[in-house]
Nanobody, 124 residues
Framework: QVQLVESGGGVVEAGQSLRLSCAVT????????MGWFRQAPGKEREFVAA????????NYADSVKGRFTISRDNNKKMVYLQMTNLKSDDTGTYYC????WGVGLSVMSEYDRWGQGTQVTVSS
């Protein structure tokens, strides 16, 4: 059974940091590119960051460049999103996802594996 389980969300003040984690089971992890997406209340889900299957390539939304860092540990089958200097606009549910192209795409429709999400709330 394929599972992507996010953790690490919470309530923080603007300017603080959070680290999200995604534990992956049931799939050939090293064949998948992995991404993080988020959805704010009343808005569409949007791309945040992605990483290629071996971690050599990363891709970020302009809104998070320089503040967020995506990484992965293929031995542990984990994906991480380190978020710094958080802003109120970063509030939303954060989803971990996997895509079989393996290159770390920003296109949501290319992802076929999804977690249930973890809530991040940034108060200003």
């Amino acid at each position: 059974q394929v599972q992507l389980v996010e953790s690490g969300g919470g309530v923080v003040e603007a300017g603080q940091s959070l680290r999200l984690s995604c534990a992956v089971t049931g799939l050939a992890f090293t064949t998948y590119g992995m991404g993080w997406f988020r959805q704010a209340p009343g808005k569409e889900r949007e791309f945040v960051a992605a990483i290629s299957r071996q971690g050599g390539q990363t891709n970020y939304a302009d809104s998070v460049k320089g503040r967020f860092t995506i990484s992965r540990d293929n031995n542990k089958k984990m994906v991480y999103l380190q978020m710094t200097n958080l802003k109120s606009d970063d509030t939303g549910t954060y989803y971990c996802a996997g895509e079989l192209w393996g290159v770390g795409l920003s296109v949501m429709s290319e992802y076929d594996r999804w977690g249930q999400g973890t809530q991040v709330t940034v108060s200003s």
